[in-house]
């Protein structure tokens, strides 16, 4: 199992440029999530998927697009990059039924991007 | 609305002695979950121990145990015999029902271990 994959690790843009993040998960969990990490804010969650073909905003989605392709693929698409899109992507998975109720997310590596 | 807060942007511990990291939580929905995560100079974020809100005993998971306060509403995460390793951010984060059950998390504390 790989859990969850993110690509690339490491993107610099120029302003206005577009790019697609792309997340993979290999433990048929139904849930999937962006989340972007900028010092002193902790994660904040960008969108989410419940299921396969369902996509909803949380609570930073302004600027981005996802698409959830199948059940394992959620991707984030920047069509427009702005400096303020710098930042360290996580994509995460969850589980509909874990552990003792635990539903814990799992997460992915990370992508480390700078807008110019 | 749901709100984390984690009021120490760093600690520092010697190795072997135990650390707290404080967590403080905001919620009107009665069942939610809370988690800690570790997250290394690498970059992962790594689960650590959860804490239901209904549960009555406080969870432990080796050497991490949560002091779970219902009424004050706190969850700090205790961490026993520090070791190097241990250097790294720390996440506290809720859930609450919903379809997403997606996590809203603090803004973290930077432990650092001392030899």
């Not at chain 1, 993040?21 to 999530?33: K, R, T």
Request: proline content about 5%; aromatic content about 12%.
């Amino acid at each position: 199992n790989a859990g969850v994959t993110q690509t690339p690790k490491f993107q610099v843009l120029k302003t206005g440029q577009s790019m697609t993040l792309q997340c993979a998960q290999d433990m048929n969990h139904n849930s999937m999530y962006w989340y972007r990490q900028d010092p002193g804010m902790g994660l904040r969650l960008i969108y989410y998927s419940a299921s396969e073909g369902t996509t909803d905003k949380g609570e930073v989605p302004n600027g981005y697009n996802v698409s959830r392709l199948n059940k394992r693929e959620f991707s984030l698409r920047l069509e427009s990059a702005a400096p303020s899109q710098t930042s360290v992507y996580f994509c995460a998975s969850r589980p509909d039924r874990g552990l003792a109720g635990v539903h814990e997310q799992y997460f992915g590596p990370g992508t480390r991007l700078t807008v110019t | 609305a749901q709100k984390i807060t984690q009021t120490q942007p760093g600690m520092f511990v010697q190795e072997k002695e135990a650390v707290t990291l404080d967590c403080t939580y905001d919620t009107s929905d009665p069942s939610y979950g809370l988690f800690w995560y570790k997250q290394p100079s690498s970059g992962e974020m790594i689960f650590l121990i959860y804490q239901g809100s209904y549960d009555q005993q406080n969870a432990t998971e080796g050497r991490y145990s949560l002091n779970f306060q219902k009424a004050r509403k706190s969850a700090n995460l205790v961490i026993s015999a520090s070791q190097l390793g241990d250097s790294a951010m720390y996440f506290c984060a809720m859930r609450v029902p919903g379809s997403a059950r997606q996590l809203t998390f603090g803004s973290g504390t930077q432990l650092t271990v001392l030899p």
